[in-house]
């Protein structure tokens, strides 16, 4: 992609220092999202090893093909020759100069234990789809959960979004390529092409004895329970699978970046915490591609809409967390007998939390901030802001350190 082409992502000022500092950088995250193009900015040499051609003399000799390239040397989908993760560990062992090594990769392959981990020689960043805030140019700004945590009200763009519009924006994908240079129609057939691809192709550079047929089954049952804590034979039972296999499509589909488990909170001032994780798939429109969907479809289903935006604001928050000077790890939370549930906590680097419910509504009351008051109650101070994020134009108070926010505050 030109520069002319080129637009800014919330990686690049990260990149940028890490670069300057250390001398391997890998930056790791589902397919197409934009690591190969963030990456080749700070590289004086590409090597793309998903190219024979370009992979043969590293399968031959790793160390000669790495001395041969001119630094920094940007290796694309590294995990395609694993062997060059020793060539760079045992270059900068050698050398340990900044900013000799980029490394891109689509597949957690460093999770087999043939190969090295790279540890305190080599920074993992992770990478996801655009943010809305990225496909409008807003990047400047300081990430939204940081904001938060430091007392600061949301910030609202001048345009805010209705329950449509949010539709529309979950449908249009993180993916650059599709978000930013295609029409709806040709959107669709890239994310059907994505999906094929995904579920044959990558799917079998990890694991070749896969059945495509039943990978897809156990994607659309995962899509289906987007952003939910379905039980185990839930899925088992809507894809046809059995449980071994049903964990090993899980693993493999984790390792290709593109779902994601988001554990359950734990706190031993809370008892009796439910402990099964929340499923998501990284991006809304791989959900909905996936169920072959529109935006009339959505918009009928009120649960399939609840998840699909339950989904797009953990989209926007999981992009933004690589950036965040306060540390956040994201969470959820539930009690075992489903009388509160919060969509997603933050806790933050000192142990503070920020809490998030998120609802298709436009004038969320009092009544759904009842689960961000009961948590409010039971860890007190600990507890920064509670925001119930909706599909209205108003911010407004909902109680103590709990407010109402336009999803649009993410990216205003």
Same mark, same amino acid.
């Given at each position: 992609?030109?520069?002319?082409?080129?637009?800014?992502?919330?990686?690049?000022?990260?990149?940028?220092?890490?670069?300057?500092?250390?001398?391997?950088?890998?930056?790791?995250?589902?397919?197409?999202?934009?690591?190969?193009?963030?990456?080749?900015?700070?590289?004086?040499?590409?090597?793309?090893?998903?190219?024979?051609?370009?992979?043969?003399?590293?399968?031959?000799?790793?160390?000669?093909?790495?001395?041969?390239?001119?630094?920094?040397?940007?290796?694309?989908?590294?995990?395609?020759?694993?062997?060059?993760?020793?060539?760079?560990?045992?270059?900068?062992?050698?050398?340990?100069?900044?900013?000799?090594? @980029?490394? #891109?990769?689509?597949?957690? =392959? $460093?999770?087999?234990?043939?190969?090295?981990? !790279?540890?305190? +020689?080599?920074?993992? &960043?992770?990478?996801?789809?655009?943010?809305?805030?990225?496909?409008?140019?807003?990047?400047?700004?300081?990430?939204?959960?940081?904001?938060?945590?430091?007392?600061?009200?949301?910030?609202?763009?001048?345009?805010?979004?209705?329950?449509?519009?949010?539709?529309?924006?979950?449908?249009?994908?993180?993916?650059?390529?599709?978000?930013?240079?295609?029409?709806?129609?040709?959107?669709?057939?890239?994310?059907?092409?994505?999906?094929?691809?995904?579920?044959?192709?990558?799917?079998?550079?990890?694991?070749?004895?896969?059945?495509?047929?039943?990978?897809?089954?156990?994607?659309?049952?995962?899509? @289906?329970? #987007?952003?939910?804590?379905? =039980? $185990?034979?839930?899925?088992?039972?809507?894809? !046809?699978?059995? +449980?071994?296999?049903? &964990?090993?499509?899980?693993?493999?589909?984790?390792?290709?970046?593109?779902?994601?488990?988001?554990?359950?909170?734990?706190?031993?001032?809370?008892?009796?915490?439910?402990?099964?994780?929340?499923?998501?798939?990284?991006?809304?429109?791989?959900?909905?591609?996936?169920?072959?969907?529109?935006?009339?479809?959505?918009?009928?289903?009120?649960?399939?809409?609840?998840?699909?935006?339950?989904?797009?604001?953990?989209?926007?928050?999981?992009?933004?967390?690589?950036?965040?000077?306060?540390?956040?790890?994201?969470?959820?939370?539930?009690?075992?007998?489903?009388?509160?549930?919060?969509?997603?906590?933050?806790?933050?680097?000192?142990?503070?939390?920020?809490?998030?419910?998120?609802?298709?509504?436009?004038?969320?009351?009092?009544?759904?901030?009842?689960?961000?008051?009961?948590?409010?109650?039971?860890?007190?101070?600990?507890?920064?802001?509670?925001?119930?994020?909706?599909?209205?134009?108003?911010?407004?108070?909902?109680?103590?350190?709990?407010?109402?926010?336009?999803?649009?505050?993410?990216?205003?």
């Amino acid at each position: 992609m030109s520069d002319s082409r080129y637009r800014q992502r919330l990686l690049d000022s990260l990149l940028k220092e890490l670069t300057a500092e250390l001398p391997a950088v890998m930056v790791t995250g589902p397919r197409a999202t934009g690591k190969t193009t963030i990456a080749e900015r700070y590289a004086a040499t590409v090597v793309h090893l998903d190219r024979p051609a370009e992979a043969a003399v590293f399968r031959a000799d790793p160390d000669a093909g790495l001395a041969e390239q001119d630094e920094p040397v940007l290796l694309d989908e590294w995990q395609e020759v694993p062997a060059t993760l020793g060539a760079v560990k045992r270059a900068v062992d050698a050398d340990p100069r900044p900013g000799r090594f @980029l490394l #891109t990769g689509s597949v957690r =392959a $460093d999770l087999e234990a043939a190969t090295w981990p !790279g540890t305190s +020689r080599l920074v993992r &960043v992770p990478m996801y789809g655009m943010t809305v805030g990225e496909q409008e140019g807003r990047v400047g700004r300081r990430p939204f959960l940081d904001r938060l945590s430091s007392g600061y009200l949301p910030v609202l763009p001048s345009e805010r979004p209705g329950l449509r519009d949010y539709v529309r924006l979950a449908l249009t994908s993180g993916f650059p390529e599709p978000a930013l240079h295609m029409g709806p129609r040709a959107r669709l057939r890239w994310l059907d092409g994505y999906l094929e691809q995904l579920l044959t192709r990558d799917a079998a550079g990890i694991d070749s004895g896969r059945d495509p047929a039943r990978l897809r089954r156990y994607f659309e049952a995962f899509a @289906l329970s #987007t952003a939910g804590t379905a =039980a $185990d034979t839930t899925l088992l039972e809507a894809s !046809g699978v059995n +449980r071994k296999t049903a &964990v090993a499509y899980e693993r493999l589909l984790t390792n290709l970046f593109v779902v994601e488990a988001i554990p359950a909170w734990t706190s031993n001032r809370l008892k009796r915490l439910a402990l099964r994780p929340k499923r998501y798939l990284v991006d809304p429109a791989l959900a909905v591609a996936a169920l072959r969907l529109d935006q009339s479809a959505v918009l009928r289903d009120g649960d399939v809409l609840g998840r699909l935006l339950d989904t797009f604001v953990m989209a926007q928050l999981r992009s933004e967390l690589a950036v965040c000077e306060t540390r956040p790890r994201l969470f959820h939370l539930r009690d075992e007998h489903g009388r509160h549930e919060i969509d997603i906590v933050a806790e933050l680097g000192g142990g503070d939390l920020l809490a998030f419910e998120v609802k298709a509504d436009a004038a969320p009351g009092r009544n759904s901030a009842r689960h961000l008051a009961w948590l409010r109650e039971r860890i007190g101070e600990r507890l920064l802001r509670g925001v119930v994020f909706h599909t209205g134009p108003g911010l407004y108070e909902l109680d103590d350190r709990i407010i109402a926010v336009p999803i649009c505050a993410l990216w205003g």
